[in-house]
């Protein structure tokens, strides 16, 4: 499906292959957590790895820096050896430390224990209410930190309705038409993120990446999946489905 042939689905669309989505695992119960920077840091340690080895890292860094400011002004060379489980250590590290030490930097300035305290802290919960681009501008100013980072900080930690488009939601959500194939992550944020309920956001994050582990994978499981009909790339034989060495059939 070239991007000129491409039109925004309904949202009627897009609810129908949630509830087919929803048939298939169910519906997610978002539980915020409210912590921030925990999550802006989780989401930087899970860049190009999966989320055991992102977990183990994380769990790793806390244990070794107890708190943020241990973790800013640790060694370098300490801080990618915790982190090492999660891979890219030599890119995340200081990644780590330029976004806490910009959160702390654009806090009003005041002593030096204030700033202790402030950087033991790092209180972003002002992101919480604030208007949706100031904080997504704010977040995505942060050294290392993208588009898909910023959403997982304002879903996962404040309930608000943010799609973040990892690898599984790029992939599904291309192949059933929900944005161009070739759109960048920033247009299928957007996008996504223009199609989708807020109630729902969190319910079709959880749900493509489901999809895109079990079924839709880079080499799809067409052959077994509950939403062929439904599937714009499927139809039109532009994916190779597991068992099949040709493109897909026209019609299931
Ligand atoms: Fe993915 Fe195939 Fe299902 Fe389409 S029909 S969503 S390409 S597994």
Sequence with gaps: MATETWRRPTKR????????LRELYGRPTQVPHGRPVEELVRTILSQNTNDTNRDVAFDRLRERFPTWREVRDAPLDELEDAIRPGGLAPQKAP????????????AAPGSEA????????????????????EAMDFLTSLPGVGRKTAACVLI???????????????????RLGLFPPDASFERAHDEMRAITDPDDA??????????????????????????????????KGEVTPVGSKLASPRHS
């Excluded at 204030?114 to 681009?133: F, G, K, Q, T, Y």
Aim: charged share 35%; aromatic share 6%; with cysteine.
């Design 13 to 20: 669309r897009v609810r129908a292959i949630r509830d087919r």
């Design 95 to 106: 990644r780590i430390q330029a976004a806490l030490q910009d959160i702390a930097d654009r």
């Design 114 to 133: 204030e700033d202790a305290a402030r950087i033991d802290s790092l209180d972003l919960d002002w992101l919480r209410d604030a208007p949706r681009d």
């Design 156 to 174: 996962f930690s404040f309930g608000r309705p943010e799609i973040p488009v990892d690898t599984h939601v790029y992939r599904v959500g291309g």
């Design 202 to 235: 969190y319910e079709l994050h959880i749900n493509l990446i489901a999809h895109g582990r079990r079924v839709c994978r880079p080499r799809p499981r067409c052959g077994e999946c509950a939403l062929r009909r439904m599937c714009p790339a499927y139809q």
